[in-house]
Nanobody, 126 residues
Framework: QVQLVESGGGLVQAGGSLRLSCAASGRTFNKYAMAWFRQAPGKEREFVSVHRWSGGITYYADYADSVKGRFIISRDNAKNTLYLQMNGLEPKDTAVYYC????????????????WGRGTQVTVSS
């Protein structure tokens, strides 16, 4: 059974940093897209960042404009884990952050992903 378990969320002051982790089990995703999405109260789930395999040992990363330059996505295939380093956090980053795996097609859209974690809360105070 495939499981994705997020961790690393919490309460942080504006300008601070957090590192989210997403540990996968049940299968490996080293040749598949993995991504982070987030959902704030009353809003739709939105794309944050994607990390997808582009052949050999090369991966491609992309970010939502709202986090570009502040967040960094990475993965450790030996640990089957995806990360999101979040720097310069702002109150507007407050949301539940979800890890998604095995994406195909439109990597920026939630329905494109087969597996999801339960999320981790990130709260940024002003």
């Amino acid at each position: 059974q495939v499981q994705l378990v997020e961790s690393g969320g919490g309460l942080v002051q504006a300008g601070g940093s957090l590192r989210l982790s997403c540990a996968a089990s049940g299968r490996t995703f080293n040749k598949y897209a993995m991504a982070w999405f987030r959902q704030a109260p009353g809003k739709e789930r939105e794309f944050v960042s994607v990390h997808r395999w582009s052949g050999g040992i090369t991966y491609y990363a992309d970010y939502a404009d709202s986090v570009k330059g502040r967040f960094i996505i990475s993965r450790d295939n030996a640990k089957n884990t995806l990360y999101l380093q979040m720097n310069g956090l702002e109150p507007k980053d407050t949301a539940v952050y979800y890890c998604a795996a095995s994406g195909t097609g439109n990597y920026y859209s939630p329905p494109s992903y087969e597996y999801w974690g339960r999320g981790t809360q990130v709260t940024v105070s002003s």
